[in-house]
């Protein structure tokens, strides 16, 4: 029999908690269901719970790989969990004691221990990372010191926190691929929104000059700002293939919800709130189809939500192709 992870129904109140390590608020979880309602993995822990609560005897269990959570959903034992299997990181200090790239955290601690205004920062790439550290060297004319690699195995240090995104500034490009995810910034906008003669924008960032990138007007009506970030959503997923792994990134909370939480009881009440009829539900809908035709294709998609008109460039750049979509 295989080793189930099993709580009582009432007791799901709180996220499963991992034994084996400490994990990177910034790593993307998994949700496995392996007994519930609706069996299978999920990118929430709400719609996980939601699928756990008040079953019987409700087997689930959150892991950091897909193909982990996949393979306990389906009854089968993911191989253990090693700290060779997690992916890697490069932690570059621009301005510290010893300037340069490190593989593990405790060490780039180290080269900045005790310095004042240490500029540091967290990459998924060596390339980045170096970018970072020389994008500083060559503003302040300094060539002292060569990249370095700290090549030592071990764990990270948990006692101080790792180095937050916004600690400092690079002057690198928006990517817009993360591990072999394509990464999307998508938003709506609604001039006069809620009033007559409103006009309706959707935006869709890729990157720079990114011959993908879209700004058009919504089409339809009415011409709202929930439709058109929802629409900009429908239109960043029709433009990738499908087996493509995806990250969209929106400043929209209800679009987030609507097509990943909310829509489970409104397909249940046959789209009907106590309030009346849902709205958007065409929109929300085909966004559900083609998630699911992703889906079935090996796609995987994963919602961000990112504070609007703040500093995060992405999210800016897709504001502004929906403004200028709703001046079309």
């Given at each position: ?112 221990k005790g310095w004042k205004g240490p500029k540091f920062k967290k990459f998924d790439t060596r390339t ?201």
């Amino acid at each position: 029999m295989p080793t189930t992870h099993k709580k009582a129904a009432p007791a799901a109140a709180a996220e499963p908690a991992s034994k084996k390590r400490k994990v990177d608020a910034t790593e993307q979880k998994y949700y496995a269901v392996r007994a519930g309602f609706k069996p299978g993995v999920y990118t929430t822990w709400a719609i996980c719970q939601q699928q756990i609560t008040g079953f019987k005897g409700a087997q689930f269990k959150s892991f950091l790989r897909y193909e982990d959570a996949s393979a306990f959903a389906a009854g089968r034992d993911p191989p253990p969990t090693t700290a060779d299997s997690r992916p890697p990181r490069f932690y570059g200090v621009a301005v510290g004691r010893k300037p340069g790239v490190y593989t593990e955290w405790s060490q780039a601690q180290e080269a900045i221990k005790g310095w004042k205004g240490p500029k540091f920062k967290k990459f998924d790439t060596r390339t980045e990372a170096e970018a970072f550290v020389r994008s500083y060297s060559a503003a302040a004319g300094a060539t002292k010191h060569a990249l370095s690699d700290a090549d030592a195995d071990g764990e990270e240090v948990d006692a101080t926190a790792e180095p937050p995104a916004k600690k400092a500034k690079t002057t690198t490009k928006l990517a817009n691929t993360r591990n072999g995810v394509v990464v999307v910034y998508t938003d709506g906008s609604s001039l006069g929104n809620g009033r007559a003669g409103a006009t309706a924008g959707v935006g869709v960032y890729f990157g720079a000059s990114d011959p993908r990138n879209i700004s058009e007007r919504l089409v339809g009506e009415p011409q709202t700002n929930q439709r058109a970030e929802l629409t900009a959503i429908l239109r960043a997923l029709e433009t990738i293939d499908l087996g493509q792994d995806l990250e969209i990134r929106t400043d929209s909370k209800y679009s987030i919800q609507c097509v990943t939480e909310w829509y489970i009881n409104w397909e249940k009440n046959g789209w009907k709130t106590r309030t009346g009829p849902v709205k958007n539900q065409d929109l929300v809908q085909l966004v559900r189809d083609k998630l699911e035709e992703r889906e079935a294709k090996g796609g995987r998609t994963q919602f961000i939500w990112v504070k609007g008109h703040d500093t995060d460039q992405g999210n800016i750049a897709a504001d502004r192709l929906a403004v200028e979509g709703a001046s079309k």
